[in-house]
């Protein structure tokens, strides 16, 4: 909406209410249609049911509500500002000139750069295969670990999970006593203060275990124990740090 009046002021060489609000009418229509564009592609996420309804409500009411306010600050607000506080008409000429000679700088650029790419093979090529090693060393540090990649943020909560793999085939009763015999290490941890143990079947799922899918641990040699921690204000460990 700004662009488009000082756009119209400059070819009108005048600065004139008139010219401001027939500028916000020429944009007003694709301004609309953006914005329930944008809200459309929003509310959708707001039907998400189970655990994730929570996380996802906020973005779909959220984000359609600050689009609705800013498409209604852009017809209001930003005409009677730029009103308030209009420049000079020379002032937007020198703004124009300066802004014409940045674009011919960029457009003299990339027209320079972009044509040797396709009129000098050993420049596409090159361009080509420095893309192409680029994108596998970029992938690469996944697998190096030189850069940590987490699903959840690394927080300080007050329980925590230890997952139990035994061998396939292994029998209930040994999964659950092995179970047992973690929980009577994991007492001996001063912050713990309590331990729920789940032999052949998922404890009942958080977040966390909606996203790794721990609620499909229904085997026999499946377990998990379930840490409960004294509050984070009462200890000087992370959850992390006694993990």
Do not use: C
Not at 32 to 41: D, E, K
Not at 132 to 151: D, E, G, Q, R
């Amino acid at each position: 909406v700004t662009e488009n009046i000082y756009r119209r002021w400059l070819i009108d060489n005048k600065i004139t209410i008139a010219t401001a609000i027939d500028a916000v009418r020429e944009v007003g229509n694709p301004t609309i249609l953006a914005t329930f564009t944008v809200v459309a592609a929003l509310v959708p996420m707001a039907s998400v049911s189970g655990m994730m309804g929570p996380y996802m409500a906020p973005i779909p009411i959220l984000g359609s509500i600050a689009m609705m306010f800013s498409l209604f600050a852009a017809f209001v607000f930003t005409p009677y500002f730029i009103m308030i506080f209009v420049p000079p008409l020379k002032v937007l000429h020198k703004m124009h000139k300066k802004e014409e000679k940045e674009t011919k700088a960029m457009f003299a650029f990339f027209h320079s750069t972009i044509s040797k790419l396709f009129n000098i093979k050993i420049y596409g090529w090159s361009f080509l295969i420095g893309l192409i090693v680029a994108f596998f060393m970029s992938i690469s540090m996944f697998y190096t670990t030189l850069v940590p990649v987490k699903m959840l943020p690394l927080d300080n909560k007050s329980e925590f999970g230890v997952i139990l793999n035994m061998p396939d085939g292994t029998a209930l009763a040994n999964t659950a006593s092995t179970l047992h015999k973690m929980a009577q290490v994991l007492r001996n941890v001063p912050e713990v203060v309590a331990i729920q143990s789940y032999s052949g079947t998922a404890k009942p799922f958080d977040f966390n275990g909606l996203v790794r899918h721990y609620y499909l641990r229904q085997s026999p040699s499946e377990g998990e124990l379930q840490i409960q921690l004294v509050e984070k204000s009462e200890r000087d460990r992370s959850s992390h740090e006694i993990a």
